[in-house]
């Protein structure tokens, strides 16, 4: 069992920026990926970030636009996600995902991961 733990939530102006955290625990040795998603109000979760374990790599949505930065600390079994630009569209529950099973690719569907944390509100006011 993998257990995250997410953090760095809060209520940003337009613009700003926040830095969330996530961290793992637990069988960290079987980690394979682990990835962001969000989810507003009255919509369906999606994805918005997602980070090899082991490379480095990143993938993530176009609506991004090069405003939020996934990146991690694997001696700290810490997934990040920077967020600079904030816009009030970005409100939403925040939530890390995790993934033990290898594959190939990124993975962007909630049903490839395998552990997830309790989630952390972002709130952007105009």
């Known amino acids: 069992q993998v257990h995250l733990v997410e953090s760095g939530g809060g209520l940003v102006q337009a613009g700003g920026s926040l830095r969330l955290t996530c961290t793992a625990s637990g069988r960290t040795l079987s980690l394979y990926a682990m990835g962001w998603f969000r989810q507003a109000p009255g919509k369906e979760r999606e994805f918005v970030a997602t980070i090899n374990w082991s490379s480095g790599s990143t993938y993530d949505r176009s609506f991004v636009e090069g405003r939020f930065t996934i990146s991690r600390d694997s001696a700290k079994n810490t997934v990040y996600l920077q967020m600079n630009s904030l816009k009030p569209e970005d409100t939403a529950v925040y939530y890390c995902?995790?993934?033990?099973?290898?594959?190939?690719?990124?993975?962007?569907?909630?049903?490839?991961?395998?552990?997830w944390g309790q989630g952390t509100q972002v709130t952007v006011s105009s």
């Open positions: 995902a995790a993934r033990s099973q290898s594959g190939i690719g990124y993975y962007v569907n909630q049903n490839e991961y395998n552990y």
